[in-house]
């Protein structure tokens, strides 16, 4: 079982900037594809960002892709995701998981605490 801890959410205006990271544990981050997901009031959760174990970015949400940018750092064992030019609609709790890229689904069914993102309009 992957421990995972979920930061940098916070509230901003339409157009503004956010960076998550996603702290994991043991040697995570270089072991297995990673993915940002996010979960919007009422809605179901949805893979928004998936890098695989080479460290190769391989998905974006259509509404995100040229807004969001899934890194990580090896040595941190952390995931970011930077997220640009937000607007109201991306306003969800976001968290971090490992997945199986061949399904898109998470490998495990424990999640971390997510971080709240908020935009304004």
């Known amino acids: 079982q992957v421990h995972l801890v979920e930061s940098g959410g916070g509230l901003v205006q339409a157009g503004g900037s956010l960076r998550l990271s996603c702290q994991a544990s043991?040697?995570?981050?270089?072991?297995?594809?990673m993915g940002w997901f996010r979960q919007a009031p009422g809605k179901e959760r949805e893979l928004v960002a998936a890098?695989?174990?080479?460290?190769?970015?391989?998905y974006y949400l259509g509404s995100v892709s040229g807004r969001f940018t899934i890194s990580r750092d090896i040595a941190e064992n952390t995931v970011y995701l930077q997220m640009n030019s937000l607007k109201p609609e991306d306003t969800a709790v976001y968290y971090c998981?490992?997945?199986?890229?061949?399904?898109?689904?998470?490998?495990?069914?424990?999640w971390g605490q997510g971080t709240q993102v908020t935009v304004s309009s």
């Open positions: 998981n490992t997945i199986r890229w061949t399904t898109r689904r998470p490998r495990q069914d424990v």
């Open positions: 043991g040697r995570t981050v270089s072991t297995y594809d």
């Open positions: 890098v695989i174990s080479s460290g190769v970015a391989v």
